[in-house]
């Protein structure tokens, strides 16, 4: 059964740094590894998917990397903002169309 | 409309009670997905949709959850005797194409508690 796992579970930066989340997955046979920002209250919305024959997906300040054979990807924020204060998921479709989540990283950009 | 649109927002029901909660997924998209939330936790799988045929239900905790799209657009999700371990936010995600290239787009979900 694929597992995820969100590291840190929580993280809180001040305004302008660069940051790194961490997600991995126990079993490499995926279609797709998907990031996602889910805000309070909030549905999740889609940042970046990357194919599992693709190493990176980029979109703005946004880098995804992907590493299917170690089952790790990462997601970079670059000069964090306030505005990027959320909580943030990572998904991996095996190709049954089910995604499986993370618990998430809920992430505090301090002003 | 140009996003998923879910409803109710809040539900709140006694226990034992039947709910019905229903999804509007953006318009054209073939595929249709419900999740179950948990507080502090990721979205878990309930079922699949592509257009009126319910491919995956593996998701589903009981036979007291049922899901249909008849008419391949609009789905509704329905509890029956609720219990208090029901209580949480489902969401509903539609996707464009039917097969694993496209990425899922979410509603607000419905937030559910039984009391």
């Known amino acids: 059964k694929q597992e995820v796992t969100q590291i840190p579970a929580a993280l809180s930066v001040p305004e302008g740094e660069n940051l790194v989340l961490n997600c991995s997955f126990t079993?490499?046979?995926?279609?797709?590894l998907q990031w996602f920002r889910q805000d309070p209250g909030k549905g999740l919305t889609s940042l970046l998917l990357?194919?599992?024959?693709?190493r990176e997906q980029t979109s703005g300040r946004l880098n995804a990397s992907l590493d299917k054979s170690s089952g790790r990807s990462t997601l970079y924020i670059a000069a964090s903002q306030p505005g990027d204060s959320a909580t943030y998921l990572c998904?991996?479709?095996?190709?049954?169309?089910?995604?499986?989540f993370g618990s998430g990283t809920r992430l505090q950009v301090q002003p | 409309g140009a996003g998923v649109s879910q409803s109710p927002r809040y539900k709140v029901a006694k226990r034992g009670q039947d709910v019905a909660l229903r999804c509007d997924p953006i318009?054209?998209?073939?595929?249709l997905f419900w999740y179950q939330q948990a507080l502090g936790q990721g979205p878990e799988f309930l079922t699949y949709?592509?257009?009126?045929?319910?491919?995956?239900k593996s998701g589903l905790p009981s036979d007291r959850f049922f899901a249909e799209r008849p008419e391949g657009s609009v789905s509704t999700l329905k509890i029956q005797r609720t219990q208090q371990e029901d209580s949480a936010v489902y969401l509903c995600?539609?996707?464009?194409?039917?097969?694993?290239?496209?990425?899922?787009?979410f509603g607000d979900g419905t937030r559910l508690s039984i009391l």
């Open positions: 990357i194919q599992s024959s693709q």
């Open positions: 079993d490499s046979a995926i279609y797709n």
């Open positions: 949709f592509q257009n009126e045929a319910q491919l995956d």
């Open positions: 998904a991996v479709d095996t190709g049954r169309r089910a995604l499986t």
């Open positions: 318009s054209g998209h073939v595929s």
């Open positions: 995600a539609s996707s464009q194409d039917r097969i694993s290239n496209q990425p899922q787009h």
